[in-house]
């Protein structure tokens, strides 16, 4: 999507982030960190190991308390909101995809009642519809049909993090937040999946926030970037602006390594 | 005869106090858990413990007590409660649903309708009906505490993913009062439709887990299911072989080597009330004198008998707890 594209889409933020600040004792998870999520639009936050990626994630998804800050959901104050609310708003608009699919699916449960689970907390009662919907998730995101009543601890690593996406988009949220995604999968597995999200992010358009330490992974999916150094934005914009023309000599030192790689 | 060493009950006043006021705060929010400080009691926890401080706390002198193990009032566990309390309290036992004021019960609710003014007493082994979903009690706790029931389903549609239908029969989880999802106790899911609309008062004591909770009379409770696979309070196809009964939850018993098997009552009143009355069932024709009924020694003290006889145990056919369904890292979130 073009800038001009999203532009005229909506003129009101998604989600809009001010000074969002996260302390750990002395030590800095977060600080000060700024910035607007428009509906339809991919951001990629980028950053070495332990520059706050998922200290940031946390916050925005409510798992964490921020010291100092505001985040407004779709005009909403999420931090003055009750945690009923707040849960409520994580299974129905929202969406969080773990690194490791086993700390976002039940490995206990079926494939299908993994995706199942979330229309059921949100009032679905019909067994017969929620295993059609169910169905119908597990196709989209390539897993056999006979595979249904299947755990999830007998799929591979890329079906079970497929499944992890299945369960999550399932009730049609609007903000999906993702760590690392991609994160443990070998590299072909890693294409096949992304190609997977980018598909299901345009045909849904979904908002996202995308962390990753892979590059490769935000030039394919995010439209804009955030580059993250000691709990710090230090540069952000329209990703192939960043990555192609980077001004913090950090974020030219991120792409240089890369291109080693 | 009151043994003079113990306090009305065995337990001291200030305790039963304690016990009660938890009671009370479990009757006022009916099916919500209530933790108590459980006393050790003279006897193992799989004996009902909790179920026992209930009783202590509820009963007067005036009380006439009946205990059940399996709808049977001659099994060990049942006697063994029943002496107890006949030893500590004084109370005159019965084993007459009707003419009870208050009845330990574990595994079943009787057959004979509940009047007002009667305490039925639940001895609960695990309350929390999430803990087979959920292990984390910080979690369980705040699931209730924000009506997140979603994940009872996510049991029942495994279940009917695995087996075609509801297969969970024992302890099934019922909602009461539209608000706390509650577990019944391992009673069949046969009588949960005798839990709601009750003019008795039914509490639930977990001795070990340290938890109480109640159904006041005339509660509302529903048992959880699905649109198009609505709850059924299902039972054995059979009439008692004994007193012809076709509506009482029936025990499939073994009766020799060679295969042979009989349905009887659960309810051991209920049956010989009905035999009294001239009722007579398959094996019991005219003239032959009926065989004494089957009192299969319960408890966990595991009698050899057990395994041969109870068919229907709960602690045999219900799936093996703690295996878990739980998301695997710490998710504040919950659902994940
Ligand atoms: N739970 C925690 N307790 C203390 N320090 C933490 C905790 N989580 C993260 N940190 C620290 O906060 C900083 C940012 O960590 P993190 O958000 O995990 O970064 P990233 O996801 O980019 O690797 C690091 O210095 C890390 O050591
Ligand atoms: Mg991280
Ligand atoms: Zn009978």
């Not at chain 1, 991609?182 to 598909?199: C, I, K, M, N």
């Not at chain 1, 150094?229 to 230090?234: F, M, Q, T």
């Not at chain 2, 039972?235 to 012809?244: I, Q, R």
């Not at chain 2, 349905?263 to 003239?287: I, M, N």
Request: aromatic content about 6%.
């Amino acid at each position: 999507m073009t800038l001009m594209e999203r532009m005229t889409m909506t003129d009101q933020p998604l989600l809009r982030v001010e000074g969002l600040t996260k302390r750990y004792g002395q030590r800095i998870g977060c600080a000060d960190v700024s910035f607007d999520l428009y509906p339809g639009e991919v951001l990629g936050i980028v950053g070495e190991s332990g520059s706050g990626k998922s200290t940031l994630l946390s916050c925005l998804a409510g798992h964490q308390r921020p010291d100092l800050g505001r985040i407004a959901y779709d005009g909403r104050d999420v931090l003055a909101m009750s945690e009923t609310e707040r849960r409520r708003l994580s299974r129905t608009d929202w969406a969080y995809v773990h690194q490791n699919p086993r700390d976002g699916l039940r490995m206990g449960v079926s494939a299908g009642g993994n995706v199942g689970e979330r229309l059921m907390a949100v009032g679905a009662r019909h067994y017969g519809d929620i295993r059609g919907k169910a169905a119908d998730w597990l196709g989209r995101v390539e897993i056999a049909a006979d595979r249904i009543d299947d755990r999830p601890s007998a799929f591979s690593g890329g079906m079970q993090q497929r499944l992890q996406i299945a369960r999550n988009l399932v009730t049609g949220p609007r903000l999906v937040f993702m760590d690392e995604p991609t994160g443990g999968l070998d590299v072909s597995v890693q294409a096949r999946l992304l190609d997977l999200l980018r598909g299901l992010v345009r045909d849904l358009g979904l908002s996202v926030i995308i962390v990753t330490h892979d590059l490769a992974v935000v030039r394919l999916l995010a439209h804009r970037l955030m580059v993250m150094k000691s709990g710090r934005v230090v540069e952000q914009g329209l990703t192939d602006q960043v990555l192609d023309d980077p001004q913090h000599a950090y974020t030219q030192l991120l792409v240089s390594s890369v291109l080693q790689v | 005869m009151t043994d003079q060493a113990y306090n009305f009950a065995y337990l001291d006043e200030q305790t039963k106090r304690m016990i009660r006021r938890a009671i009370l705060k479990g009757i006022a929010v009916p099916g919500y858990q209530v933790p108590f400080a459980s006393r050790e009691m003279p006897m193992p926890y799989g004996w009902g413990t909790g179920g026992v401080q209930v009783t202590a706390a509820c009963l007067v002198p005036e009380d006439r007590l009946k205990v059940i193990d399996q709808g049977a009032d001659d099994t060990t566990n049942a006697v063994s409660i029943r002496r107890f309390f006949q030893r500590t309290a004084g109370v005159a036992t019965t084993e007459a649903t009707a003419e009870a004021t208050v009845i330990q019960t574990r595994h079943r609710i009787p057959e004979t309708p509940l009047k007002a003014g009667q305490i039925l007493v639940y001895q609960v082994p695990i309350p929390e009906p999430l803990r087979f979903l959920e292990p984390r009690e910080t979690e369980t706790r705040k699931m209730h505490e924000l009506e997140e029931y979603g994940l009872m389903h996510v049991k029942l549609y495994e279940d009917i993913a695995r087996h075609g239908q509801i297969a969970t029969s024992y302890a099934y989880p019922v909602k009461v009062e539209g608000r706390y999802v509650m577990d019944p106790s391992p009673i069949p899911k046969f009588d949960n439709p005798k839990l709601g609309n009750n003019p008795a008062i039914q509490l639930f004591g977990a001795g070990r887990e340290q938890r109480i909770y109640a159904l006041p009379p005339w509660s509302r409770v529903e048992s959880l299911d699905f649109d198009d696979h609505p709850f059924e309070a299902s039972k054995a196809a059979h009439d008692c072989d004994l007193c012809g009964a076709g509506h009482s939850y029936l025990d499939e018993v073994i009766t020799d080597d060679a295969g042979g098997r009989m349905f009887v009552c659960s309810d051991t009143d209920f049956c010989a009330g009905r035999r009294a009355k001239g009722h007579r069932g398959r094996l019991s024709s005219e003239g032959v004198a009926p065989p004494p009924h089957p009192s299969p020694t319960r408890g966990e003290g595991g009698a050899s008998l057990d395994a041969m006889v109870h068919v229907n145990d709960p602690l045999a056919s219900s799936p093996p707890r703690g295996e878990g369904m739980g998301v695997g890292g710490a998710d504040p979130e919950g659902t994940a």
